[in-house]
């Protein structure tokens, strides 16, 4: 140490934390750093683990974010969803640019670990069938791998039960002056919405003339950005396995990439996306 180098002590820092929460007690790092396992010697693996552990800790955030904003459209707290579902398009496209690091892995250097993977896949992601079901993409198949954690099971069966992000929009919609259909409002929550023509005729009031309803207008196109981050994050996704690993199939047991170019045509609001063509 020379005498100049700063000495945070002479201005009254904070060094002694034999007592006091620290920002690794306040973050629980210990908990997190301590939690890469690789399986393997092969240097790849730990990139693939940080990958995804990051992307899980965002979907954390994700669930935080939709769940709240579901609640506050049910109580017609449009304003605050509204920032909420800024911020959810926000996640994905930090999650849309992560794709660029795992990239970096060639075909072979995943060869060297993806035995050690055995049949675990980000298929058996319960974040990311959370975020599914609660987006209103609710295919009960995708409970199968979950059967043996009765815990995640029934966070699932409780996220099927409960009426998704757009079931709620359209009952605030219809709040708000569009007659939605009266199937649609009253419809098993427990299935995937498909497209309605009636429900389109609803949002196409608001799409020819948003002054007469900028709320609802731009509650509709801060959902159609969102599904523009996540579709991107789809495509993503199956770019990257195609040029990892090819058309192998997955360790989950699918196609693989046959599988995920199935899942590029999911909508999650379909009406929002025909509006466009009946301008
Ligand atoms: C080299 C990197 C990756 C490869 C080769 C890969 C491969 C695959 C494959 C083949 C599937 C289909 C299921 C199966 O049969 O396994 C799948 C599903 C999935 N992967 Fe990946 N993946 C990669 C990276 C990631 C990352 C970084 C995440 C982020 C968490 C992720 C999340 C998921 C999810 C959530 C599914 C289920 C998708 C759905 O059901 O629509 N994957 N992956
Ligand atoms: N399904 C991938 C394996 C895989 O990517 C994976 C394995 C364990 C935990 C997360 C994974 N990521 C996404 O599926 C494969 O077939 O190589």
Known sequence: MTSSDYDPTKEGAETDFARRMSYGDYLALDAILGAQHPLSEAHDEMLFIIQHQTTELWMRLAIHELSAARRAIAKDEVQPAMKMLARMSRIFEQLNNAWDVLRTMTPSEYTRFRSQLGQSSGFQSRQYRLIEFLLGN???????????????????????????????????????????????????????????????????????????????????EKLVDFEDYFRRWRFNHVTTVERVIGFKRGTGGTGGVSYLKRMLEVELFPELWRVRTIL
């Open 138 to 220: 609710r295919n009960h198949a995708m409970l199968k791998p979950h059967e043996h954690d009765a815990e995640t099971t029934k966070l699932l069966e409780a996220e099927l039960a409960t009426p998704s992000l757009y079931d709620e929009v359209l009952r605030l919609a219809n709040r708000n002056g569009l007659k939605m259909p009266a199937a649609v409002l009253a419809r098993d929550v427990r299935e995937t919405h498909s497209f309605n023509e009636g429900v389109l005729q609803a949002w196409r009031v608001v799409y020819e003339a948003p002054e007469t309803n900028w709320m609802l207008y731009e509650l509709a």
